[in-house]
């Protein structure tokens, strides 16, 4: 079965700095789709990227960057220049690429930005 | 915003009763997967609809069961209400595998 673990309850970071968050996965399929959702206090989850386990060159979406280790199933996010509308809930997520594609979250790590 | 709206926003249920869960899926979508997410967890994947058709079911009883529409809206339907159903219910739609979903903002369901 998948499973995604994410290791880091709570995360701080200050303005203007970089933070990344970690994530690990287990599956036996080759192609697959990972993911990192944001969930604001808000609720609704937000895509934030998206990485294709085929693609060897890591997904970018401006300040947003992950860091791809396929064999290692590691598959962290970076986000650059924090702001204070990053503060969230952030998910790591995984899909298989055939139909009925169940995301498979982790437990999510709570993001802080300090002023 | 999504497109994916959800009703109603919160809910309060005694146990035992039944509800019912509604979203409207963004438009052309259609796929939709339903979601429970426990306070301080990440969702769990309930079941997904594909052109009204049951497509995969994660480990939930039979108790909680779903419709899916010819516009793509959906509803899910929770039987006999128990206090561990309490929980955020989310729906995301998408239009074929392997590509994200969008969610709505959810329904907060509170089980007395």
């Known amino acids: 079965a998948q499973t995604v673990t994410q290791s880091q309850p709570e995360m701080s970071v200050q303005e203007a700095e970089t933070v990344t968050l970690s994530c690990t996965y287990d599956t036996s399929e080759s192609d697959y789709y990972l993911f990192w959702y944001k969930q604001p206090p808000s609720r609704q989850m937000i895509l934030v990227i998206r990485q294709e386990a085929y693609k060897q060159q890591n997904a970018t979406e401006n300040r947003f960057s992950v860091n791809f280790q396929k064999a290692a199933k590691s598959f962290s996010l970076k986000i650059s220049d924090s702001q204070l509308g990053d503060a969230a809930m952030y998910f790591c997520a995984y899909s298989r690429s055939i139909i009925g594609n169940q995301f498979y979250f982790g437990t999510g790590t709570s993001l802080t930005v300090i002023p | 915003e999504t497109g994916v709206t959800q009703s109603p926003t919160h809910l309060i249920k005694t146990r035992g009763q039944q509800v019912t869960l509604r979203c409207s899926s963004q438009?052309?979508?259609?796929?939709v997967s339903w979601y429970q997410q426990a306070l301080g967890q990440g969702p769990q994947f309930i079941f997904q609809y594909y052109r009204e058709e049951e497509n995969g079911r994660g480990n939930f009883p039979p108790r909680f069961s779903g419709l899916q529409f010819p516009n793509y809206s959906s509803e899910l339907n929770v039987n006999a209400l128990e206090l561990d159903d309490s929980a955020l219910y989310l729906c995301?739609?998408?239009?074929?595998?392997?590509?994200?979903?969008?969610f709505g903002p959810g329904t907060r369901l509170t089980v007395t």
């Open positions: 995301a739609s998408s239009l074929t595998s392997g590509t994200e979903q969008y």
């Open positions: 438009s052309g979508h259609n796929t």
